[in-house]
């Protein structure tokens, strides 16, 4: 048995939760989220939390237990607390911009870089060097992330560049003269 798979789901006071099937809803206090499960999977509510169950014990419905397990519990974690990822901004003349919804990055590129944030994620800047990205759904909220990261990601020589907030970057040492 899967150990995390085996695991029940609670559900908290304020959240509805649907289930059709293999299409799981949930609905909470900051939004709502819906998504379609592999039909194999039996997810299952039993009073105040549910169950998610495999059919066979092959290689392939283990996997899938475990993962739809999390998946829902993220969902539910999602519509009642949300999730968000801070990124710092780390360079001489580094910095970000908000324009509207916009994300404007001047990162030592000739251009600032534009970045339109998903849809169902919020961009904030707690100052011009920390970029704070929030949502209910987990892995929009790490895409995005991903996304602005991915603009000037982090060199190992000087360490300038765009980090997950507590990243650590391992540094190397540069030339030596002779």
Not at 33 to 49: A, Q, S
Not at 86 to 109: F, T
């Amino acid at each position: 048995m899967s150990r995390i798979g085996k695991l029940p789901i609670p559900i908290p006071k304020g959240v509805e939760v649907k289930i059709e099937g293999n299409k799981v809803t949930v609905k909470g206090p900051l939004g709502t989220l819906e998504r379609e499960f592999h039909p194999d999977m039996i997810i299952k509510r039993e009073g105040d939390e549910i169950r998610v169950e495999r059919p066979t014990d092959s290689r392939f419905h283990k996997s899938l237990h475990g993962l739809t397990r999390t998946l829902i519990n993220n969902m539910i974690i999602g519509v009642t607390q949300g999730y968000k990822k801070e990124l710092e901004i780390i360079g001489m003349g580094y910095k970000a911009q908000l324009q509207g919804k916009k994300l404007i990055l001047n990162v030592g590129y000739s251009h600032p870089v534009e970045i339109e944030p998903l849809p169902g994620v919020e961009i904030k800047l707690d100052s011009p060097t920390r970029v704070v990205v929030s949502g209910i759904d987990k892995e929009k909220v790490g895409e995005q992330a991903a996304i602005i990261r991915r603009v000037r990601p982090p060199e190992p020589y000087k360490g300038t560049g765009i980090r997950y907030a507590g990243e650590y970057i391992r540094r190397k040492a540069g030339k030596t003269g002779v």
